[in-house]
Structure formats: C-alpha cells, structure tokens
C-alpha cells in the first residue's frame, strides 16, 4: 500500500494527491507501457553516462562504447583512456570511465560475471543495498537500474521530477534529491511507480520547466500552490 502523502510536504500542503496528479498527467502523457530499455548492466553503464549531459550525448557516447568494444567484459579490460576518448561526447569523460569500469570490475568481483538479472529475484530494498554498494552508485541510478530494466517499483528522481514534485507541495523545499527517491516512491502504489516517474518527468520538460514554467498550459494549475502563486504574480 502507498504511504499518505504526509508529513514531507511544504508549508501549503498538498493540493492534490499523487494518486490525482497521476490520474491527470496521464491524459496528457498517456498511456504509459512499461518495456526494458536495455539490459541491466547496459542500464547501468548509460545511466552513468547520462549523468550532468543531454540525452542525446549520452546515447552517442554509449553507442560508441558498445560499437568499439562489442561488450561489456571488453570495457571492463580496457584502458580507461580508451574509455574516456570514445565517450568524450558525453562530457565528464574523465570521471565517468573510471567510474564505468570500476563498477564493471567490481560486478564481475561479487558475482563472478557480468549479469544483474539476478536482482529481479530480490526484495526492493535488498536490490538497492546491493547496487548501492557499488562504487559511485547512487539512489538515482540505482532506481533508474532497477525500474527501467527489472521493472521493479523504484522511483527514480532526476532534475525535472525533484522541481515539479516540490512546486506541487509533494516534497517539502529542504528535502535533498536523495531523501526524495524513497518519500515520493512511498507515496504511490507500486504499480503506479513507472507511469509516475515517466509522467512527472514529461512534464517538467514540456509543461513545467525550471526557467519560464508554462503555468497556463497545465492541467494541474489550480491545485498547484507554486503555479498559482506565480500566475497571481503575472
């Protein structure tokens, strides 16, 4: 059962529930069919290549990793400044290839190959804590691992669902991104998990951005106490 959204929210309260803020954005966004992206180490390595860069950088530079090594054992092998020339488009390639092949080698360390496959067949919670230990994982990878690729009910909080859960009142203004992955995650049926994350970030890249909201195309406006405010404003 979804916890009550209480107790996390801003001064204002919360004008509508999740349940409603999902019922609402899925007309806009919806239907919203769950299918894996890729597999789960694959889902890793992209999630740490998306990290601080546009979707369509990260895409490049993991298509230009698979395409050179052919796969993931490869990398794992390979000289990190190899790595770090072939996803260079991706920014922070300094950072990132170590990082990726850190994570690839400590996998194949733990478990003997590399294959998460069998995170599907653990609690929630045991499957964060195992990912989370790996070196430069955090909640946000992890939920995007898990949610994306294993279809479990993780909820991943990236830039735009952090800014359209607190404008909303969903998560109070002094909540860090980290504390927010497990508050909004409780807050909605598990079912729902996906079609929340996938709504929620759909909308804060097409309705509510962080510069210039287009507050007047919303369909959550006159239950949104930042919304209004701004509009009054006007």
């Not at 993780?154 to 800014?163: E, N, P």
């Amino acid at each position: 059962m979804a916890r009550p959204a209480t107790g996390h929210v801003q001064g204002k309260g919360i004008h509508l529930s999740p349940q409603e803020i999902l019922r609402r954005l899925l007309k806009d966004y919806g239907p919203i069919v769950w299918r894996p992206r890729y597999d789960p180490v694959s889902e890793l390595v992209f999630t740490i290549l998306s990290q601080h860069t546009s979707d369509l950088n990260s895409e490049r530079a993991f298509e230009r990793l698979w395409d050179h090594f052919g796969s993931w054992e490869a990398v794992a092998e390979a000289n990190v400044e190899d790595v770090a020339e072939l996803i260079r488009i991706g920014g922070l390639a300094q950072v990132k290839a170590p990082r990726i092949k850190s994570v690839l080698n400590r996998i194949t360390e733990i478990y003997g190959f590399l294959n998460l496959d069998f995170l599907s067949n653990f609690s929630l919670q045991e499957a964060k804590t195992w990912l989370l230990a790996l070196p430069g994982v955090g909640p946000k990878t992890a939920a995007v691992v898990l949610c994306f690729a294993l279809g479990m009910p993780a909820m991943a909080v990236d830039t735009h669902v952090y800014r359209v859960s607190k404008r909303l009142g969903l998560i109070h203004s002094k909540i860090n991104t980290d504390e927010a992955h497990g508050i909004l995650e409780s807050m909605i049926e598990p079912k729902d998990v996906f079609s929340f994350h996938v709504c929620l970030i759909t909308h804060g890249r097409q309705i509510c951005k962080a510069i210039k909201p287009l507050c007047g195309r919303c369909t959550l406006l006159k239950d949104c106490p930042t919304g209004m405010s701004l509009e009054v404003k006007k």
